[in-house]
């Protein structure tokens, strides 16, 4: 099997595609799905507790090592900080809590989830006030990362990193950190292909991982809930372009779409809960692009415009963290 890797700047190697289990909220489906994944070879998986499926993410862990299937170190698995914990008090809490949901005693990398902290409510994400309004705190970013490295000094994160930082905010962070971020996870597909902050990564020896690879095609369910403001699809899968070179190399847009952003240099995490689309997704090592291709394929970014998920929720956009202005 041809399965490739990052190196990070921690010295670890991310592999370059990732499942991402946190939008599959049926128990079942979602063990079915990891199971698909693992068979074809993924050792890469993202979590978010956001729809409380980290349980069943460390139960299916824990049975494949307890069957002898897999070691622990051959996984690479991403735990995610809440925006309730994006504070100095509550990033060991939420640690803690992932390691517990997923049976494990590190991950090799833990991000904070978005730059904006949220009141801290036991049962509700995303809290909201009498208006509608998300309801926000001061966010000190660099005391929290000061904590993310605490957490990398007690073994529980091999790696940390950010995700929906902006150029400025990550310039903020590299300046008084001790340990660098090793990741960068930011919203990329054809349509949207944040070179400026890829290359930008790229200087700072910021790995960058790609989410929403396939523009979301069928939205995004949780923004839809929250009620964003800005919030779009566009199905890049059913792009012409991406058809038509689909069709020249006898594979799937899918494929077309997740080799392109290789070809980037960025890792890519999708989620799935079709057996054969995993298969497919994990299986694209095997051919390469022309250059004719990829230039066809760049020329298919629509900058900013194309952001499907701007978190753009009353509240959040008002806050001076909002990083997407
Ligand atoms: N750090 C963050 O803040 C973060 C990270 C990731 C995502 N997100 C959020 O989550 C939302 C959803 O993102 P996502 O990761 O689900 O986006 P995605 O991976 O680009 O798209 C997932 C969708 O593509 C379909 N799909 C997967 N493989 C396919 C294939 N080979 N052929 C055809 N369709 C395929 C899936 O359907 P099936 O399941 O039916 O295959 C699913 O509906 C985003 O808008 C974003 O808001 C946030």
Not at 26 to 47: N, V, W, Y
Not at 122 to 147: A, F, H, R, S, Y
Not at 288 to 314: E, H, P, Q, V
């Amino acid at each position: 099997m041809n399965y490739s890797s990052i190196l990070l700047n921690n010295a670890a190697r991310i592999p370059i595609i990732g499942f991402r289990t946190s939008t599959i909220e049926d128990p079942i489906q979602l063990k079915l799905a990891m199971e698909a994944a693992l068979k074809s070879g993924c050792r890469h998986f993202d979590t978010n507790n956001l729809n409380k499926n980290e349980r069943i993410v460390g139960k299916v862990i824990e049975r494949w090592i307890s069957r002898g299937l897999l070691k622990r170190e051959e996984l690479f698995i991403t735990a995610t900080l809440p925006m309730a914990g994006v504070h100095p008090e509550r990033v060991e809490i939420f640690m803690d809590k992932s390691l517990k949901n997923l049976g494990l005693d590190y991950v090799d990398l833990y991000l904070i989830q978005f730059p904006v902290t949220v009141k801290y409510n036991e049962i509700i994400d995303l809290p909201v006030n009498e208006m509608g309004e998300i309801q926000t705190e001061t966010t000190d970013l660099i005391e929290v990362w000061q904590k993310m490295e605490d957490m990398s000094d007690y073994s529980r994160a091999r790696a940390i990193g950010v995700s929906n930082f902006n150029k400025d905010q990550i310039l903020r962070i590299l300046e008084k950190a001790r340990i660098k971020p090793a990741v960068l996870q930011i919203e990329i597909h054809p349509y949207f292909q944040n070179q400026h902050l890829v290359d930008f990564c790229g200087q700072k020896g910021i790995t960058v991982v790609a989410y929403s690879p396939f523009g979301s095609p069928r939205t995004n369910p949780f923004n839809k809930e929250e009620g964003s403001l800005k919030n779009k699809t566009f199905n890049v899968l059913e792009d012409k372009t991406v058809i038509s070179i689909s069709e020249k190399h006898s594979k799937t847009p899918a494929q077309i779409v997740s080799r392109f952003l290789v070809h980037m240099g960025v890792a890519i995490i999708w989620k799935s809960s079709n057996t054969s689309r995993i298969s497919e997704n994990m299986d694209i090592f095997n051919y390469s692009l022309d250059k004719s291709d990829i230039i066809k394929l760049k020329n298919l970014d629509k900058g900013d415009n194309a952001r499907t998920n701007s978190m753009a929720l009353k509240g959040l956009l008002e806050h001076p963290e909002y990083p997407f202005k």
